[in-house]
């Protein structure tokens, strides 16, 4: 397992919030093409100048479910929710269960594609039911997972998730932790982080006065 830390330090002359969000993983699932949506993976609020705030996480992955307390979109924030902890090198398979109780049940090996985990979802739920999956990684709360992808779950299909636990962004502006993002905005001028390939595993993200974001490596 391999850690990561980033942080971020303001160094833009105002009092400034950011968010922390992941690349989106690949999804494929029976039916098609899957909408994934981005969560706001760690908040930084009310940065000072000359403010510096982190996030240390492991690369460890957790397949996620949710239902939404609004219809799905940039600005949804998520409802009720469970986690179980997933292996990609063992390709990993998780049922969900949409039934009360509801949640994920056994994990075991095989099954997902290479570097993948698995989500099998029963047919005892509907749309109607308004639940999500997704993918969670360590957050700024230790031992509690945080989303930081979800799309639409969907009853009687197969979903492969191939997680990204080495890119993130950083961008200006202030959101609920697990609130789905618009990433295409949030992503136009963000600060970047990819540790994909490199010897570092800690970055530091400046914003500058100018507004504009730049990344070391150390």
Do not use: H
């Not at 002359?13 to 950011?18: E, L, T």
């Not at 239902?67 to 090198?89: C, E, K, L």
Request: proline share 6%; glycine share 12%.
């Amino acid at each position: 397992m391999t850690t990561y830390t980033v942080q971020v330090l303001n160094s833009s002359g105002f009092a400034k919030s950011y968010v922390l969000f992941m690349e989106p993983p690949q999804v494929t699932g029976g039916g098609g093409k899957t909408v994934v949506y981005s969560n706001a993976w760690v908040t930084f609020d009310g940065i000072l100048p000359n403010g510096i705030d982190a996030i240390t996480y492991p690369d460890s992955t957790f397949a996620y479910w949710a239902t939404s307390v609004m219809p799905v979109a940039a600005g949804a924030t998520m409802g009720r929710s469970g986690f179980a902890a997933v292996d990609v090198a063992q390709q990993d398979s998780v049922p969900f269960i949409g039934a009360v109780p509801t949640g994920f049940g056994t994990v075991t090996p095989g099954g997902a594609l290479a570097g993948a985990y698995r989500i099998i979802a029963s047919s005892d739920f509907t749309a109607s039911n308004g639940y999500l999956f997704g993918l969670a990684l360590t957050g700024d709360v230790p031992g509690v997972p945080s989303p930081v992808a979800t799309f639409t779950a969907e009853p009687n299909d197969t979903f492969n998730v191939v997680p990204v636990t080495t890119k993130c962004y950083v961008s200006e502006g202030a959101a609920t932790k697990g609130q789905i993002i618009n990433y295409a905005k949030a992503s136009a001028k963000p600060g970047t982080v990819d540790f994909a390939g490199r010897a570092q595993t800690s970055a530091i993200v400046t914003q500058g006065a100018n507004g504009l974001f730049t990344t070391q490596y150390y």
